[in-house]
């Protein structure tokens, strides 16, 4: 069965950093392009980044571009979302997806981020 | 703002066919896949859609995708209360070399 398991979310500052952590299991990550999209209280899905199966493409949402870095260990089956200079409008669930364009399309349970004084 | 619109809300009667739209352009559904997602409150969201059309294994039937141009459509047949959820269209953009979600479409089954 496949399984992501999102961490790291949590209670941040605004300008602080967090450091989000996929866990994927029952399939091998390195065979997929891997993204981070998120969902803030009462609002649409919104992609945030996507990486390509050797970690040497990346790609972000203009909101988050230099402050973002999406990384990957295939490895450790592992997926990674370096967040800094944190905003308010950071405030979200944070979902870890397989394939999000693709028939393998999987989605974890997700990750809380809230961004707060 | 998203580049793919949905209507906010849709609803039937159990039984009913519902049918969701998803507009876009040239640049993102007029020339790359669109999936739809099932997104149940708190729960991950589940692909229902791929590749405009096409059903993943253990997907209802009653579930169905279509595309014309730069729109594509969702349709639910035999609305049953369990489909009651958000529904999002998604498609990389070429032109914003972004992956785009649709706005939304909430289903209500009355």
């Known amino acids: 069965e496949v399984q992501l398991v999102e961490s790291g979310g949590g209670l941040v500052q605004p300008g602080g950093s967090l450091r989000l952590s996929c866990a994927g299991s029952g399939f091998t990550l390195s065979n997929h392009w891997m993204s981070w999209v998120r969902q803030a209280a009462g609002k649409g899905l919104e992609w945030v980044a996507n990486?390509?199966?050797?970690?040497?493409?990346?790609y972000y949402v203009d909101s988050v571009k230099g402050r973002f870095t999406i990384s990957r260990d295939n490895a450790k089956n592992s997926l990674y979302l370096q967040m800094n200079s944190l905003r308010v409008e950071d405030t979200a669930v944070y979902y870890c997806v397989r394939s999000v364009g693709g028939r393998e399309a999987s989605w974890g349970q997700g990750t809380l981020v809230t961004v707060s004084s | 703002q998203s580049v793919l619109t949905q209507p906010p809300s849709a609803s039937g009667t159990p039984g009913q066919r519902v049918t969701i739209s998803c507009s876009g352009s040239s640049s993102n559904i007029g020339s790359n896949p669109v999936n739809w997602y099932q997104h149940l409150p708190g729960a991950a969201p589940k692909l229902l859609i791929y590749?405009?059309?096409q059903r993943p294994s253990g997907v209802p039937d009653r579930f169905s995708g279509s595309k014309s141009g730069t729109s594509v459509s969702l349709a639910i047949s035999g609305l049953q209360s369990e489909d009651e959820a958000d529904y999002y269209c998604?498609?990389?953009?070429?032109?914003?070399?972004?992956?785009?979600f649709g706005t939304g479409t909430e289903v209500t089954v009355l």
């Open positions: 990486i390509n199966e050797d970690g040497t493409k990346k």
């Open positions: 998604a498609a990389w953009d070429g032109s914003l070399n972004a992956y785009v």
């Open positions: 590749s405009n059309t």
